[in-house]
T-cell receptor, first 114, second 112 residues
Framework: NAGVMQNPRHLVRRRGQEARLRCSPM?????VYWYRQLPEEGLKFMVY????????ESGMPKERFSAEFPKEGPSILRIQQVVRGDSAAYFC????????????FGPGTRLTVL | KQEVTQIPAALSVPEGENLVLNCSFT??????LQWFRQDPGKGLTSLLL?????REQTSGRLNASLDKSSGRSTLYIAASQPGDSATYLC???????????FGTGTRLQVTL
């Protein structure tokens, strides 16, 4: 049973470009979470999604960031017009159901903005 | 708003020692608390999840306890090994929300 998969593992973008991060949850998991870990900081919640729905986006920056989890395919975290401050590790987690369940994390995507 | 604190921030122990990592949280209306391990440059590995109805959870040499009334959890590692060297994170949800609030972690080094 494959774990949570994220790709790419490393992503380099120049300022102003778009970054797309993908997350495939564990088989049978319909809940996806995105977290961000800035250098020398702890993990911060960004957004919680179920299939085709955004449940909680209270941790998402108001501009340039968006997330989706379509009926088919992986969850996508999209960052438009990236800036140096977006450089971080972005982790995706999944769970079978909601808040009572263990969240399983992927290996992360490390975004570097030049 | 949930706030999670972990003490100590760093810990170095010789191989074979038993050790305790501490986690405190401000919002005691939690349904569970989760402990993770993070190796440098890697993702998070879930170690233990304690439901609010439980007081302890064990997995191998790891034992986690939860005291909601005092807002504390501890992770006990028995007979530490160099392979246990990593950063240990605890995370608590906020009420019925699914999002986790993480502590800043305890960086553990087990020396030979």
């Amino acid at each position: 049973n494959a774990g949570v998969m994220q790709n790419p593992r490393h992503l380099v973008r120049r300022r102003g470009q778009e970054a797309r991060l993908r997350c495939s949850p564990m088989k049978g998991h319909s809940h996806v979470y995105w977290y961000r870990q800035l250098p020398e900081e702890g993990l911060k919640f960004m957004v919680y999604l179920q299939k085709e729905n955004i449940i909680d986006e209270s941790g998402m920056p108001k501009e340039r960031f968006s997330a989706e989890f379509p009926k088919e395919g992986p969850s996508i975290l999209r960052i438009q017009q990236v800036v140096r401050g977006d450089s971080a590790a972005y982790f995706c987690a999944s769970s079978i159901s909601g808040w009572t369940d263990t969240q399983y994390f992927g290996p992360g995507t490390r975004l570097t903005v030049l | 708003k949930q706030e999670v604190t972990q003490i100590p921030a760093a810990l170095s122990v010789p191989e074979g020692e038993n050790l305790v990592l501490n986690c405190s949280f401000t919002d005691s209306a939690i349904y569970n608390l989760q402990w993770f391990r993070q190796d440098p440059g890697k993702g998070l590995t879930s170690l233990l999840l304690i439901q609010s109805s439980q007081r302890e959870q064990t997995s191998g040499r790891l034992n986690a306890s939860l005291d909601k009334s005092s807002g504390r959890s501890t992770l006990y590692i028995a007979a530490s090994q160099p392979g246990d060297s990593a950063t240990y994170l605890c995370a608590a949800p906020t009420g019925t929300a699914s999002k986790l609030t993480f502590g800043t972690g305890t960086r553990l080094q087990v020396t030979l």
